[in-house]
């Protein structure tokens, strides 16, 4: 029974619970249905509001274009209203307030590109045409402003103020004409040339004035990129250019520049082409250091926002005047080669050589790469017709073809000439390490200039010997070749040359001195000695002598020794006149030469006047035969090698 009421009560619950489930699904079924009832009310009400919304939408849109048209139209007012403004600014020109005008025109340049940009706008085209034509006017009035300032405020530099900033040094010759002349006996530089080597690591003593006021430099700056930026940059550069580049071209033409061609160069004279290279290195000096250098800084100024521009503007200012320049140098060292020519030479390939690092400075960029390789073909040209000028002097040496002799055995001018060369270029060693590719390893007895020195001196002693054999009295060319040679010796002893040609070389030509003055004494002096010696004496021509008491020997002829006497006096009487007139410039050569003939001559006269002298008193006219005393010799032995003339040695 228990177990069968547990059953029953399981059943029921069963019951029970089929009944729930049973009413749960109609209710589902009937939300079921409500729910789908529910769809297509929803379907139906979207259908019928969708008409709504699309008319809401094209309102909004509508709204929306109204408020875009009404904006685009108040910027085109706006635009409108600023080209009224400004084209009274334009009209009025920047003379007035140029930085309103600036503004007005950047406003006007703005208005251009947005008219440009309207173009579905019906009116922007109008617009556009007359704003262009505005703007055309404004840059025409900008162009106008722009050479105006670069007029009025571009001063031409007066040549006192130009020297004024150079080292006080080189202001006395900075512009000086002339010089002396390198064919003169001191073949080196004039004076205003030899100063340059003073101006080398000088700072200039005084500044040089602003080429235009610092205040009107922004001004140019903002014009000219107002007129670069508008694409009026060809007008733009053509207006600097023709500023500046005449200014620049006056205040060098002031200084003393002049545009002189390859023909008018070789036609001037010597004297006054050397100083116009005196004058020329000043000039590029002067030049480089100042008026390029402070152009360039100017022009970096103006147009420092655009380089191609500013080295191109540069370019065109400096063009003409570096041209003017360098071209002068160019007809220089292109010019006939002749020795006189080589320190000039020297001076400018060392002026060139130290300004072309500045110059690479000052020119550099593109557009001023023809400048730079124009300078530095004129460094390598004058190098190497200095070089060739160099190893020419040699040759000219040797082949001097002088052939009137110094009648008086002196110092040739080719000797005096030669060695003031060689001892102006030692005032150029260094130039010349530079220009024969020396460092400072090369020592300098091995150098180039000790070499050439050597060849120098060895070609003028053969052309020396040369002439030397001009002379028809052998005598004289002893003295010739004395007095020369000993010249070159005691130049090189006192000068530079000394390290470079070695003592060697000045105790073997001493000797070679030496061996001429014998020469001299053998040759002028051996035949007059001849006459005070007591051989051929006798009647017999036996030779007679002296007795053991000193006395004369009785077999002298008395008649032989008036003709010995008469023509001692007659050969000695010949060679003071003679030699009288010759010239040993040295006064320590010529009394060392007078006292080696005195060694010779006065002992030998008094003793022949002591043993003879007597056998002259008893006859006619002794005077006749013994004129003079050893000191009367040794008196008129003083006035040899004197140089006097023929007039003075007769009296």
């Not at 571009?154 to 006395?172: K, Q, Y």
């Not at 930026?229 to 023709?242: E, K, L, V, W």
């Amino acid at each position: 029974m228990g177990a069968f009421g547990e059953f029953e009560t399981l059943v029921q619950r069963a019951r029970v619970m089929r009944e729930s489930l049973s009413k749960s699904q109609t209710i589902t079924d009937s939300m079921i249905s409500i729910l789908g009832s529910f769809d297509h009310r929803l379907s139906d009400l979207e259908t019928a509001v969708r008409p709504t919304q699309v008319r809401t939408h094209t309102i909004r849109k509508a709204y929306e274009n109204i408020d875009t048209t009404l904006k685009v139209a108040e910027r085109i007012l706006t635009q409108f209203d600023l080209s009224r403004k400004v084209e009274s600014k334009i009209v009025e020109g920047p003379h007035v307030d140029l930085g309103g005008y600036l503004a007005a025109v950047d406003q006007l340049r703005s208005n251009v590109e947005f008219f440009t940009q309207q173009s579905s706008f019906k009116s922007s085209d109008g617009a556009l045409d007359h704003a262009n034509g505005l703007l055309s006017k404004a840059m025409a009035k900008l162009e106008e402003e722009f050479k105006e300032l670069l007029t009025t405020h571009s001063t031409v530099l007066e040549p006192a103020c130009l020297i004024e900033c150079l080292p006080h040094t080189v202001r006395s010759s900075a512009v000086s004409p002339g010089g002396s002349s390198v064919l003169s006996d001191s073949p080196g530089k004039n004076s205003s040339v030899s100063d340059n080597k003073n101006v080398k690591g000088v700072e200039f003593m005084a500044p040089l004035p602003a080429l235009i006021p610092p205040k009107i430099i922004p001004q140019l700056h903002e014009l000219a990129l107002r007129m670069i930026t508008a694409g009026h940059h060809q007008q733009c550069m053509t207006i600097y250019r023709h500023a500046r580049s005449s200014v620049l071209e006056q205040s060098l033409q002031k200084l003393g520049v002049e545009k002189l061609s390859k023909e008018d160069v070789h036609k001037m004279q010597w004297e006054v082409l050397e100083g116009k290279i005196g004058n020329w290195i000043h000039f590029m000096r002067i030049a480089v250091k100042l008026l390029f250098s402070e152009e360039r800084k100017v022009c970096n100024q103006i147009f420092h926002e655009f380089d191609s521009h500013r080295e191109q503007c540069f370019a065109n200012v400096t063009a003409n005047s570096l041209s003017m320049l360098l071209s002068f140098g160019e007809a220089i060292a292109k010019s006939k080669k002749s020795p006189e020519k080589l320190f000039v030479l020297l001076d400018m390939y060392e002026t060139m050589r130290e300004l072309l690092p500045e110059i690479e400075t000052i020119f550099s960029g593109n557009a001023l790469a023809e400048m730079r390789e124009a300078a530095l073909g004129l460094v390598q040209r004058l190098s190497q017709t200095a070089q060739d000028t160099f190893g020419d002097f040699e040759e000219a040496v040797e082949k001097d073809a002088t052939k009137t002799p110094v009648l008086d055995g002196t110092v040739h001018p080719l000797t005096s000439y030669v060695i003031n060369y060689v001892k102006f270029l030692f005032d150029y060693q260094s130039t010349l390490r530079q220009l024969f590719g020396e460092d400072d390893t090369v020592g300098p007895a091995n150098s180039h200039l000790a070499a050439a020195t050597l060849q120098i001196m060895s070609a003028l002693q053969t052309n020396l010997e040369g002439k030397a054999k001009q002379y028809k009295d052998p005598a004289l060319t002893q003295l010739f070749l004395m007095n020369n040679i000993h010249y070159m010796v005691k130049s090189v002893r006192r000068s530079e040359a000394k390290d470079m040609l070695g003592d060697d070389w000045i105790q073997r030509h001493r000797r070679i001195v030496q061996q001429h003055a014998n020469g001299y004494k053998r040759v002028a002096w051996g035949k007059v000695l001849q006459f005070l010696s007591v051989q051929g004496l006798t009647s017999s021509g036996s030779g007679g002598g002296l007795g053991n008491d000193g006395s004369a020997n009785s077999g002298v002829s008395r008649a032989l020794l008036k003709e010995r006497f008469k023509t001692f006096n007659l050969q000695y009487e010949e060679l003071h006149q003679k030699q009288s007139q010759w010239t040993v410039p040295d006064v320590e050569l010529r009394e060392s030469l007078r006292l080696m003939v005195a060694e010779v001559l006065l002992p030998a006269y008094r003793s022949f006047l002591k043993h003879f002298g007597s056998m002259m008193d008893g006859g006619k006219n002794p005077q006749k035969y013994v004129k003079y005393t050893a000191d009367d010799l040794d008196r008129m032995l003083g006035e040899f090698f004197e140089g006097k003339s023929r007039t003075d040695s007769r009296k």
